[in-house]
Nanobody
């Protein structure tokens, strides 16, 4: 069972930046697409971004395009989410996720992901 551990969340003013990190315990990290999701209070969890196995392809939610960038370092079993120009509506718990199946392309629905981290809180003040 893979373990995913997120870090980097915190409190930031609107317009600021944060970089989230997620490290995975499994040595087969490079076989899986990875993603970030978020859940705001009272709302369902939603897709934020996903990246292909080798990092050559990525997909983003419309609400974060041009502001967030997903990347990965397969040598370190890590995936990152650089968040710029943060807005109060970005406030949420952010979850790292691993694709449910290996050797698949970039996916953007919750059903495509089978392993989840514990989440890290991001709070953007206005």
């Amino acid at each position: 069972q893979v373990q995913l551990v997120e870090s980097g969340g915190g409190l930031v003013q609107a317009g600021g930046s944060l970089r989230l990190s997620c490290t995975a315990s499994a040595i087969t990290f490079t076989n899986y697409a990875m993603g970030w999701f978020r859940q705001a209070p009272g709302k369902e969890r939603e897709f934020v971004a996903a990246i292909s196995r080798r990092g050559g392809g990525a997909d983003y939610a419309e609400s974060v395009k041009g502001r967030f960038t997903i990347s990965r370092d397969n040598a370190k079993n890590a995936v990152f989410l650089q968040m710029n120009s943060l807005r109060p509506e970005d406030t949420a718990v952010y979850y790292c996720a691993r694709a449910r199946s290996p050797f698949t392309g970039v996916a953007g629905t919750e059903a495509d992901f089978g392993s989840w981290g514990q989440g890290t809180q991001v709070t953007v003040s206005s």
